[in-house]
Nanobody
Framework: QVQLLESGGGLEQAGGSLRLSCAASGRTFSSYVMFWFRQAPGKEREFVAR????????DYADSVKGRFTISRDNAKSTVYLQMNSLKPEDTAVYYCAADRNWSSSRASIDYWGKGTLVTVSS
């Protein structure tokens, strides 16, 4: 079992930055691929970024590539999402997720946090 708790959301102006954190419980954090998803009002939850178990490989949605950076600290059982050059369309609830499989889809991911709200004003 893995429990995930996101933090760091809030209100930011367009062009600004926020850093999200996701703290995981348990002693097997390094066994999991970590994901960030987001869900805007009235839209489906969408993939944002993922990072492999060691932190050496990352993958991003085209909409955030070059602006967002995912990282992890296995000693602290925490994954981060650094969000720069924020846009109003980044407004969403951001969810942290964990799964043992790099290629897991949204529907098959094992563990989810409850989310943190990011609002970007224009």
């Amino acid at each position: 079992q893995v429990q995930l708790l996101e933090s760091g959301g809030g209100l930011e102006q367009a062009g600004g930055s926020l850093r999200l954190s996701c703290a995981a419980s348990g002693r097997t954090f390094s066994s999991y691929v970590m994901f960030w998803f987001r869900q805007a009002p009235g839209k489906e939850r969408e993939f944002v970024a993922r990072i492999d178990r060691s932190g050496s490989s990352q993958d991003y949605a085209d909409s955030v590539k070059g602006r967002f950076t995912i990282s992890r600290d296995n000693a602290k059982s925490t994954v981060y999402l650094q969000m720069n050059s924020l846009k109003p369309e980044d407004t969403a609830v951001y969810y942290c997720a964990a799964d043992r499989n790099w290629s897991s889809s949204r529907a098959s991911i094992d563990y989810w946090g409850k989310g943190t709200l990011v609002t970007v004003s224009s």
